[in-house]
Protein backbone atom coordinates (compact mmCIF):
# COMPACT_ATOMS: atom_id res chain seq x y z
CA UNK A 1 0.00 0.00 0.00
CA UNK A 2 1.02 3.57 -0.59
CA UNK A 3 1.88 5.80 2.17
CA UNK A 4 3.62 8.77 2.86
CA UNK A 5 5.51 9.43 6.73
CA UNK A 6 6.59 12.63 8.11
CA UNK A 7 8.08 11.78 11.35
CA UNK A 8 8.63 15.12 12.26
CA UNK A 9 5.48 16.63 13.61
CA UNK A 10 7.00 19.86 14.63
CA UNK A 11 10.69 21.51 14.55
CA UNK A 12 11.87 24.49 15.91
CA UNK A 13 14.98 26.70 14.73
CA UNK A 14 16.75 29.91 15.09
CA UNK A 15 17.34 32.23 11.76
CA UNK A 16 20.04 30.64 9.87
CA UNK A 17 20.33 27.59 10.95
CA UNK A 18 19.89 24.97 8.62
CA UNK A 19 16.93 22.12 9.34
CA UNK A 20 16.10 19.15 7.33
CA UNK A 21 12.88 17.64 6.97
CA UNK A 22 12.28 14.27 7.16
CA UNK A 23 10.09 12.29 4.19
CA UNK A 24 9.78 8.33 3.79
CA UNK A 25 7.44 6.72 1.73
CA UNK A 26 5.94 3.03 0.60
CA UNK A 27 4.97 2.14 -2.92
CA UNK A 28 5.24 -0.88 -5.16
CA UNK A 29 5.01 1.17 -8.20
CA UNK A 30 8.55 1.22 -9.80
CA UNK A 31 7.52 4.66 -11.27
CA UNK A 32 6.16 7.61 -9.31
CA UNK A 33 6.73 10.68 -8.29
CA UNK A 34 7.45 12.71 -4.97
CA UNK A 35 6.78 16.60 -4.03
CA UNK A 36 7.17 19.07 -1.18
CA UNK A 37 4.53 21.35 -1.31
CA UNK A 38 4.74 24.34 1.51
CA UNK A 39 1.49 25.81 3.68
CA UNK A 40 2.38 29.27 4.95
CA UNK A 41 0.39 30.75 7.85
CA UNK A 42 -2.06 32.49 5.15
CA UNK A 43 -3.13 29.15 4.37
CA UNK A 44 -2.35 28.26 0.47
CA UNK A 45 -0.38 25.48 -0.62
CA UNK A 46 2.80 26.49 -2.89
CA UNK A 47 4.19 23.98 -4.88
CA UNK A 48 7.77 23.58 -4.94
CA UNK A 49 9.52 20.58 -6.53
CA UNK A 50 8.36 17.09 -7.96
CA UNK A 51 10.80 14.53 -8.46
CA UNK A 52 10.28 11.03 -10.58
CA UNK A 53 11.36 7.70 -9.58
CA UNK A 54 14.00 7.94 -11.94
CA UNK A 55 15.86 10.64 -11.23
CA UNK A 56 18.39 10.04 -8.21
CA UNK A 57 20.20 13.23 -8.61
CA UNK A 58 19.85 15.76 -5.51
CA UNK A 59 18.36 19.07 -6.10
CA UNK A 60 19.16 22.70 -5.05
CA UNK A 61 17.26 25.74 -5.37
CA UNK A 62 18.81 29.06 -4.00
CA UNK A 63 18.47 27.99 0.00
CA UNK A 64 16.48 24.40 -0.58
CA UNK A 65 17.80 21.28 -1.62
CA UNK A 66 16.33 17.83 -2.17
CA UNK A 67 18.26 14.31 -0.83
CA UNK A 68 16.29 11.76 -2.73
CA UNK A 69 17.36 8.16 -1.99
CA UNK A 70 15.35 4.93 -3.45
CA UNK A 71 17.46 2.84 -1.42
CA UNK A 72 15.88 4.12 2.01
CA UNK A 73 12.74 5.56 0.35
CA UNK A 74 13.45 8.78 1.58
CA UNK A 75 12.84 12.01 -0.10
CA UNK A 76 14.18 14.75 2.56
CA UNK A 77 14.14 18.36 2.62
CA UNK A 78 17.04 20.52 3.55
CA UNK A 79 16.59 24.40 4.05
CA UNK A 80 19.99 26.54 4.64
CA UNK A 81 20.44 29.58 6.55
CA UNK A 82 16.96 29.45 7.70
CA UNK A 83 14.89 32.51 7.89
CA UNK A 84 11.37 33.64 9.76
CA UNK A 85 9.89 33.34 6.21
CA UNK A 86 10.23 29.60 6.33
CA UNK A 87 8.10 29.17 9.24
CA UNK A 88 5.09 27.12 7.56
CA UNK A 89 3.35 23.88 7.69
CA UNK A 90 5.39 21.39 4.79
CA UNK A 91 4.15 18.49 3.34
CA UNK A 92 5.66 16.07 1.19
CA UNK A 93 3.47 13.75 -0.90
CA UNK A 94 3.52 10.81 -3.78
CA UNK A 95 1.69 10.18 -6.61
CA UNK A 96 1.73 6.63 -8.48
CA UNK A 97 2.33 6.21 -12.18
CA UNK A 98 0.04 3.25 -12.84
CA UNK A 99 -3.75 5.13 -10.55
CA UNK A 100 -2.51 8.44 -13.22
CA UNK A 101 -5.78 9.63 -11.72
CA UNK A 102 -3.80 12.94 -10.29
CA UNK A 103 -3.89 11.39 -6.66
CA UNK A 104 -1.58 12.87 -4.05
CA UNK A 105 -1.02 10.88 -1.18
CA UNK A 106 0.57 13.28 1.69
CA UNK A 107 2.42 12.96 4.60
CA UNK A 108 1.26 14.36 7.98
CA UNK A 109 2.56 17.61 7.68
CA UNK A 110 5.90 19.05 9.78
CA UNK A 111 5.55 22.32 11.08
CA UNK A 112 8.87 24.19 10.85
CA UNK A 113 8.96 27.72 13.11
CA UNK A 114 11.74 29.75 12.68
CA UNK A 115 13.00 31.89 15.56
CA UNK A 116 14.32 35.47 14.75
CA UNK B 1 -4.97 33.30 -15.58
CA UNK B 2 -7.20 32.66 -12.15
CA UNK B 3 -5.84 29.18 -11.66
CA UNK B 4 -8.36 27.23 -9.36
CA UNK B 5 -11.04 29.40 -7.59
CA UNK B 6 -12.69 27.96 -4.37
CA UNK B 7 -15.71 29.56 -2.97
CA UNK B 8 -16.58 30.42 -0.54
CA UNK B 9 -13.70 30.82 1.55
CA UNK B 10 -14.95 30.18 4.99
CA UNK B 11 -18.76 29.08 5.73
CA UNK B 12 -20.67 28.27 8.86
CA UNK B 13 -22.99 25.50 8.90
CA UNK B 14 -25.97 23.83 11.28
CA UNK B 15 -25.57 20.33 11.72
CA UNK B 16 -27.94 18.90 8.86
CA UNK B 17 -27.64 21.57 6.47
CA UNK B 18 -26.17 20.76 3.17
CA UNK B 19 -24.24 22.66 0.85
CA UNK B 20 -21.94 23.07 -1.97
CA UNK B 21 -18.39 23.91 -2.14
CA UNK B 22 -17.78 24.96 -5.72
CA UNK B 23 -14.47 24.65 -7.55
CA UNK B 24 -13.48 25.88 -10.80
CA UNK B 25 -10.32 25.83 -12.79
CA UNK B 26 -9.43 27.57 -15.80
CA UNK B 27 -6.12 25.81 -17.23
CA UNK B 28 -8.35 23.10 -19.41
CA UNK B 29 -7.15 20.42 -16.70
CA UNK B 30 -8.77 16.66 -17.02
CA UNK B 31 -7.65 16.11 -13.35
CA UNK B 32 -9.41 17.69 -10.62
CA UNK B 33 -9.57 16.24 -6.90
CA UNK B 34 -11.13 17.59 -3.67
CA UNK B 35 -8.81 16.96 -0.18
CA UNK B 36 -9.64 17.71 3.02
CA UNK B 37 -7.12 18.71 5.72
CA UNK B 38 -7.33 17.70 9.76
CA UNK B 39 -4.71 18.79 11.96
CA UNK B 40 -1.89 16.40 11.94
CA UNK B 41 -3.52 14.38 9.69
CA UNK B 42 -2.15 15.93 6.48
CA UNK B 43 -4.55 16.17 3.25
CA UNK B 44 -6.65 12.93 2.39
CA UNK B 45 -8.61 12.52 -0.96
CA UNK B 46 -12.34 12.61 -0.61
CA UNK B 47 -13.15 12.79 -4.36
CA UNK B 48 -11.56 12.91 -8.07
CA UNK B 49 -12.35 12.67 -11.37
CA UNK B 50 -9.77 12.01 -14.58
CA UNK B 51 -12.46 14.08 -17.03
CA UNK B 52 -15.40 15.47 -17.32
CA UNK B 53 -18.25 12.60 -16.24
CA UNK B 54 -15.61 10.58 -14.56
CA UNK B 55 -15.51 10.88 -10.89
CA UNK B 56 -14.51 8.22 -8.15
CA UNK B 57 -13.96 7.84 -4.70
CA UNK B 58 -11.37 8.27 -2.83
CA UNK B 59 -10.31 7.90 0.95
CA UNK B 60 -12.47 9.60 2.59
CA UNK B 61 -16.10 9.96 -0.03
CA UNK B 62 -18.51 9.03 3.08
CA UNK B 63 -21.19 12.58 3.12
CA UNK B 64 -19.89 14.04 0.13
CA UNK B 65 -20.77 14.10 -3.25
CA UNK B 66 -19.64 14.95 -6.30
CA UNK B 67 -20.20 15.51 -10.11
CA UNK B 68 -18.29 16.83 -13.21
CA UNK B 69 -20.35 18.20 -16.06
CA UNK B 70 -17.35 19.84 -17.47
CA UNK B 71 -13.92 20.46 -17.39
CA UNK B 72 -14.11 23.02 -15.09
CA UNK B 73 -16.07 22.92 -12.60
CA UNK B 74 -15.59 20.20 -9.95
CA UNK B 75 -18.32 20.86 -7.27
CA UNK B 76 -18.53 19.14 -3.87
CA UNK B 77 -21.50 18.76 -2.13
CA UNK B 78 -22.26 17.94 1.35
CA UNK B 79 -25.20 16.24 1.55
CA UNK B 80 -26.27 16.54 5.63
CA UNK B 81 -23.28 18.55 7.26
CA UNK B 82 -22.02 17.11 10.56
CA UNK B 83 -19.60 18.30 12.88
CA UNK B 84 -16.93 15.43 11.91
CA UNK B 85 -16.78 17.66 8.51
CA UNK B 86 -15.28 20.05 9.69
CA UNK B 87 -12.45 21.09 7.94
CA UNK B 88 -10.57 23.16 5.28
CA UNK B 89 -11.04 21.65 2.11
CA UNK B 90 -8.78 22.40 -1.18
CA UNK B 91 -10.13 21.63 -4.84
CA UNK B 92 -7.15 20.78 -6.90
CA UNK B 93 -5.98 20.47 -10.48
CA UNK B 94 -3.38 19.36 -12.93
CA UNK B 95 -3.03 18.97 -17.25
CA UNK B 96 -2.23 14.85 -16.27
CA UNK B 97 -1.88 12.63 -13.71
CA UNK B 98 1.72 13.16 -11.87
CA UNK B 99 2.32 16.10 -12.59
CA UNK B 100 1.73 17.35 -9.73
CA UNK B 101 -1.23 19.85 -8.76
CA UNK B 102 -2.44 22.93 -8.36
CA UNK B 103 -3.99 23.93 -5.22
CA UNK B 104 -7.05 26.01 -4.65
CA UNK B 105 -6.87 29.00 -1.56
CA UNK B 106 -9.10 26.43 0.62
CA UNK B 107 -12.14 26.99 2.24
CA UNK B 108 -12.75 26.92 5.75
CA UNK B 109 -15.99 24.95 6.85
CA UNK B 110 -17.11 25.17 10.46
CA UNK B 111 -20.27 22.25 11.38
CA UNK B 112 -22.26 23.38 14.10
Known amino acids: AQKVTQAQTEISVVEKEDVTLDCVYE???????LFWYKQPPSGELVFLIR??????QNEISGRYSWNFQKSTSSFNFTITASQVVDSAVYFC?????????????FGQGTTLQVKP | NAGVTQTPKFQVLKTGQSMTLQCAQD?????MSWYRQDPGMGLRLIHY???????DQGEVPNGYNVSRSTTEDFPLRLLSAAPSQTSVYFC???????????FGQGTRLTVV
Open chain 1, 51 to 56: RNSFDE
Open chain 2, 27 to 31: MNHEY
Open chain 1, 27 to 33: TRDTTYY
Open chain 2, 49 to 55: SVGAGIT
Open chain 1, 93 to 105: ALSEASSNTGKLI
Open chain 2, 92 to 102: ASSYWGSEGAF
